[in-house]
């Protein structure tokens, strides 16, 4: 089943089940979230051993943070979910340059977008809820006299998201705790970003092929009575 056909299912739904007490509610928050980036973090570890002479090396990228928003469906103890999040990473290297006589600066971003749909179930004011989630990982680097950053690498693919949910709720608005766990259903391939680096004339190390699952945690702000 697709997303749009899932979509349409989970619609469907909210008709059959209108003449239920629901509410519908606006969130908005912040997420972390933690992932080992093996395919990506060897090549920023070779990129610092080959330039010993950095002053300041590139950070490896294990913690992302960034913008959570959505919307929720609820009715009873069951939910629907609507989400959007966009965590990204920067790493900077910098240093003066023994070869040439200059000074190196470098930038590197990782970002992860994720669209999702999921289904939650409340016990009282803790819940549990998994996500099918459309999820965009881009690395960029930026480029020389240009605002603009360099695409290096891009992978669109499906995750999947379960998580817990610990609520606070009032009559005007709800505070909530979501630690969660996402696994993407394929591997990213981080090869371009070795070439771009490295040159085109490197090896494709299977090290650069690496599954990535993120383990996080969203604080979130919900309008509306909960």
């Not at 629901?22 to 980036?37: H, L, M, P, R």
Request: a neutral charge.
């Amino acid at each position: 089943m697709n997303m749009k056909k899932t979509i349409l299912a989970f619609a469907f739904i909210f008709f059959a089940l209108g003449g239920l007490k629901s509410q519908f509610n606006i969130k908005v928050g912040y997420a972390f979230a933690y992932t080992e980036a093996d395919g990506l973090n060897v090549i920023m570890r070779k990129y610092n051993d080959a330039n010993p002479w950095l002053e300041n090396k590139f950070d490896e990228f294990h913690y992302f943070n960034g913008l959570e928003l959505g919307v929720r469906y609820k009715f009873g103890n069951l939910g629907f979910d609507l989400s959007f999040n966009n965590l990204s990473k920067s790493s900077e290297g910098q240093g003066n340059n023994p070869t040439t006589g200059s000074y190196f600066k470098d930038k590197w971003n990782a970002s992860l977008i994720d669209y999702s749909l999921g289904i939650e179930t409340y016990y009282g004011n803790i819940g549990i809820g998994t996500a099918l989630c459309s999820t965009r990982f881009k690395v960029t680097t930026d480029i020389s006299n240009s605002k603009n950053d360099k695409v290096v690498m891009k992978s669109n693919q499906y995750s999947s998201r379960f998580y817990l949910i610990f609520s606070l709720p009032t009559r005007s608005t709800a505070v909530a705790l979501k630690p969660f766990v996402e696994i993407p259903w394929n591997n990213f391939n981080f090869s371009a970003v070795n070439q771009e680096i490295f040159g085109s004339g490197v090896d494709n190390d299977p090290a650069y092929d690496a599954k990535m699952m993120f383990f996080g945690i969203s604080a979130l702000f919900y309008n509306g009575p909960n």
